[in-house]
């Protein structure tokens, strides 16, 4: 069982930037990052393969958010930049424990969850 402990969350002014980061206790394979805003359901932020070759965005995030990892460290970061109030949400990274397909957006494709991190933006 791998262990997936965030850090990084905090409170941050519209425009501001944040990174996080997620350490993993053993290997991994595709990590994600995924958000859940108050009253919302949790939906996918951004997402990368094992060599970091691939990255994968929703939307909302794109040109503002980074995903890189570090396989050395077992370690996946969420650059964020130019923070919006909407981005407002607790924060979960997620992993795969096999190489397995699937879309890296599909929730249920992901065997290992964090905790979460509050990521507060004010106007």
């Known amino acids: 069982q791998v262990q997936l402990v965030e850090s990084g969350g905090g409170l941050v002014q519209a425009g501001g930037s944040l990174r996080l980061s997620c350490a993993a206790s053993?290997?991994?394979?595709?990590m994600g990052w995924f958000r859940q805003a108050p009253g919302k359901e949790r939906e996918f932020v951004a997402a990368i393969s094992w060599t970091g070759g691939r990255t994968y965005y929703a939307d909302s995030v794109k040109g503002r958010f980074t995903i890189s990892r570090d396989n050395a460290k077992n370690t996946v970061y969420l650059q964020m930049n130019s923070l919006k109030s909407e981005d407002t949400a607790v924060y979960y990274c997620a992993a795969r424990s096999t190489a397995r397909l699937g879309a890296p957006q599909a929730q249920q494709t992901y065997d290992y969850w964090g905790q979460g991190t509050q990521v507060t933006v004010s106007s």
């Open positions: 053993g290997r991994t394979y595709v």
